[in-house]
């Protein structure tokens, strides 16, 4: 999808990780997932998946590395 902002907005948060030295938040991103129909074609099933960046200090506390969780939202902006 040449309109997803999906991997600009990435390389943006984990940029404020290592220039804050704090945790940011991604909001919610939309993914389709390729999943096969019962006709046996290929479809798509929205997901939509929000993520947190937390950096990981060492002992000198310098960001050692930066941990990357997603959470499903899709239930969540369904309802």
């Known amino acids: ?4 902002t999906g991997e ?3 390389r943006r948060s984990l940029a404020r990780v290592v220039a804050t030295g704090q945790p ?3 909001p919610a ?3 389709p997932i ?3 129909l019962p006709n ?4 798509f099933e929205e997901r939509f998946w929000s993520a947190v960046s937390t950096p990981i200090f060492g002992a000198d506390s310098t960001i050692q590395c930066i941990s990357h969780t997603t ?3 899709t239930t969540h902006l369904r309802s």
């Open 1 to 4: 999808d040449p309109a997803d």
């Open 8 to 10: 600009t907005d990435l």
């Open 24 to 26: 940011d938040r991604l």
């Open 29 to 31: 991103q939309r993914y």
């Open 34 to 36: 390729p999943v096969v």
């Open 40 to 43: 046996g074609e290929t479809g």
């Open 71 to 73: 959470i499903a939202d």
